[in-house]
């Protein structure tokens, strides 16, 4: 199918592109980008004006709850959710029920997202059998399926040699290992340490179970070489370590969820189940810290942490309610807001959400690689349109995903996506 979409504002944040123009589209590939001849004849014509024209999202954090949590999400609702939120790539963590372990879990779960013809889905392999941290996994059998890194999610590694090995073994064959890093013994906390967490009575998780791990690995990374990147930072110190890290030259990247960019532990407030998060809300300097690095580049990327949940797991006390928040279809909106909010231009903004996630995934993309998170012709049209002046206010039952519980609920925020294409077809449209 042939498709224009004409006077729009394309942005292309991966080259700071940023004019009016048109976009042509044919057999899934974008054929012209600003300019478009006269013989181009399309089946269908979408008028952007006043509409950003931009890539597709890339989301690196997003669980999608099946198999095993299909009470909680399923594919089809939460890939629904994801490019009514502009997203059109999406990598989901390895702890499902069963743990994405072994090949055929892998095929069957990238077959049922294939054949849904919506956003692109890679997955992360487990990095130890069941994410005991125990035996390593069959990564070449894993790549081989599909998967474009290797993971515990939330599960910390207790033993050091194991992860070393790991990480020897990623190394040999160019493997990323994807880490959250919390140390095992001091991460078990429902509330980042402090003040409010004392007075509240609630467990506190101290800083330094990230900065701790943090050294741990970054030792691993001299030795080995791996590649790897860090997930959802949380705390000032935590951030000056990885500064500290790549200007060291150390092969690292980082990212950050949406979560953490705007909100910090007084969010809580009365023991607000919404707010129960992982890694937990920190305080002011920890998020101001995030907001900086995230601008200067510090920070690569930053993510939704999608992790939908059933009333029954969140209506609980705090300290016992499940930790975890909807946020594919506010990715865009919250990045939005934090771009506005600090100064930052607008295609910087936007590569925080396409370009720099797709530099993070690398290789693994394969034939998509050259173009994802791009707008260049002869790439993959995964397109995002989508109005900057437009305001929408966050109705959890108005929400796609099969989890309404989202932290935001009652925020107004910037950016109302109109249509999302995935591979040059029309995935979403938003209603007049």
């Keep these: 199918m042939k498709i224009l979409i004409k006077n729009g504002r394309l942005i292309d944040p991966a080259s700071m592109r940023d004019a009016p123009g048109d976009l042509a589209i044919a057999a899934g590939r974008i054929v012209a980008f600003g300019q478009v001849g006269a013989g181009f004849d399309p089946d269908r014509t979408i008028d952007a004006t006043g509409l950003v024209v931009a890539p597709g999202l890339v989301d690196l954090a997003a669980r999608l709850r099946e198999p095993g949590h299909e009470h909680e999400g399923m594919l089809e609702s939460e890939m629904a959710a994801a490019v009514a ?8 963590p390895p702890d499902t029920e069963p743990v994405l372990d072994e090949p055929g879990l892998v095929q069957m779960l990238k077959f049922r997202a294939r054949n849904l013809n919506l956003a692109h889905l890679y997955p992360l392999g487990a990095l130890t059998r069941g994410l005991r941290g125990e035996v390593l996994t069959a990564m070449a059998e894993l790549t081989d399926a599909g998967c474009v890194g290797y993971s515990q999610a939330e599960v910390a590694l207790k033993d050091t040699l194991v992860l070393h090995r790991a990480l020897q073994y990623a190394a040999t064959f160019g493997y990323t290992t994807w880490l959250r890093p919390n140390d095992a013994w001091l991460g078990n906390g429902v509330a980042a340490k402090g003040a409010l967490a004392t007075r509240m009575g609630l467990s506190g998780v101290p800083a330094i179970a990230e900065t701790i791990a943090l050294a741990t690995i970054f030792e691993l990374v001299r030795d080995t070489g791996a590649r790897v990147h860090l997930c959802r930072l949380s705390s000032a110190a935590g951030i000056e370590l990885v500064r500290r890290a790549k200007a060291e030259g150390l092969p690292v990247t980082c990212d950050v969820s949406v979560n953490q960019l705007h909100l910090i532990d007084v969010d809580i407030g009365y023991f607000n189940a919404a707010m129960r998060v992982t890694p937990p809300l920190r305080q002011q300097r920890d998020r101001d810290a995030i907001r900086a690095a995230l601008a200067d580049g510090t920070v690569d990327a930053l993510v939704s942490d999608h992790t939908p949940v059933d009333a029954d797991a969140k209506n609980l006390p705090f300290a016992e309610a499940e930790p975890g928040a909807t946020g594919l ?21 936007l590569g925080a959400v396409t370009s720099a996630p797709v530099a993070v995934i690398g290789d693994a993309l394969g034939s998509l690689g050259a ?3 791009r707008l260049v012709e002869g790439g993959v049209a995964d397109v995002c349109v989508f109005s900057l002046a ?15 519980h989202t932290p935001f609920a009652g925020y107004e925020l910037p950016g109302r996506v109109r249509y999302t294409l995935v591979a040059g077809s029309v995935a979403h449209e938003a209603a007049a």
């Design 371 to 373: 173009s994802a998170g």
């Design 85 to 92: 939120g502009g997203v059109t790539s999406l990598v989901c």
């Design 390 to 404: 437009e305001r929408w206010t966050v109705t959890p039952a108005a929400l796609r995903s099969q989890g309404k």
């Design 329 to 349: 279809e506010l990715l865009l909106s919250l990045a939005l807001k934090w771009g506005t909010e600090d100064s930052v231009p607008l295609a910087r903004t």
